[in-house]
């Protein structure tokens, strides 16, 4: 019950507006054999461009000894991040240089965390890592990547005796349209001058067919007729293509320039 309750709330430690995707593989850490357990965590591609902006890893593995330890994170394209490296080696303040000694992981890992887990090892705590935990690589190596795709965990035990096994791990995503597909959030380009947004709908411009006011895909009569029938409008107007408060030449010319299909 008490392990249940700690990932439940590290669950709702997750911000507003990120998904969870918790992974699959063999539940047993080889021990000591230099064999690896291998999780995968499968994130679904998103239904429009997106782009990390904070990745977190929740771990609930049980061992007796958590020194013997070290994670890595591979994101799909290759990019890795280690989690863990035998925390508390080469002394964690128990006897010999063996790592942190005490049992079991039930943590957050995340940039933000309230201490290193490399650093952290209680003495008479269960898990003796526990709660949001820093890794000892940054997360945000991961930042600016596409989220969807195959992501792996691999957890290796250095040393025999003590075995343990992955109960869970959950990759924590946050992310943001990136419409034009550069790495780097739409709003960031827009807050950054890189991109403009002239009708301040929050989509670079460069990203949308400025004359297809219906949204049928193409820029065609039936949008040409809309600047007609608003011209000289001054409010509400759907025919303000460019967002000048009038629906002028100016507009007239977005649609012949970007007449036909949009790309």
Same mark, same amino acid.
């Given at each position: 019950m008490m392990r249940m309750a700690s990932i439940a709330i590290l669950a709702l430690a997750a911000h507003a507006g990120a998904e969870m995707h918790c992974g699959s593989g063999p539940s047993a850490i080889p021990d000591g054999t230099g064999s690896v357990a291998n999780w995968m965590i499968d994130v679904p591609e998103p239904g429009e461009a997106q782009v990390i902006t904070s %990745?977190?890893?929740? !771990? #609930?593995? $049980?061992?007796?000894? !958590?020194? #013997?330890?070290s994670m890595v994170l591979t994101a799909p394209g290759g990019i890795s991040a280690m989690l863990l490296d035998r925390p508390g080696m080469p002394n964690g303040g128990w006897i010999g240089e063996w790592g942190c000694g005490g049992d079991d992981i039930v943590c957050m890992l995340d940039d933000a965390g309230t201490a290193a887990a490399e650093d952290t090892c209680s003495l008479d705590e269960v898990p003796v890592l526990g709660g949001n935990l820093q890794p000892k &690589?940054?997360? %945000? !190596?991961f930042n600016g990547l596409v989220p969807g795709g195959s992501w792996q965990v691999m957890v290796l035990d250095h040393s025999p005796i003590d075995a343990g096994s992955i109960q869970?791990? *959950?990759? !924590?995503? =946050? $992310?943001?349209p990136d419409c034009n597909g550069n790495g780097v959030p739409d709003a960031d380009d827009i807050s950054g001058g890189s991109?403009? &947004? =002239? #009708?301040? &709908?929050g989509i670079p411009d =460069? *990203?949308?067919c400025a004359g297809d006011i219906d949204g049928n895909g193409s820029v065609d009569v039936s949008d040409l007729l809309t600047v007609i029938a608003d011209w000289g409008c001054t409010s509400g107007c759907a025919g303000d293509l460019d967002g000048s408060g009038v629906v002028d030449v100016t507009d007239l010319l977005a649609v012949i320039s970007s007449w036909g299909e949009c790309n």
């Open positions: %990745a977190r890893l929740m !771990v #609930d593995i $049980t061992h007796p000894w !958590v020194g #013997d330890l &690589d940054e997360l %945000a !190596v869970q791990l *959950c990759l !924590v995503l =946050e $992310t943001a991109s403009e &947004d =002239e #009708d301040g &709908d =460069e *990203c949308q």
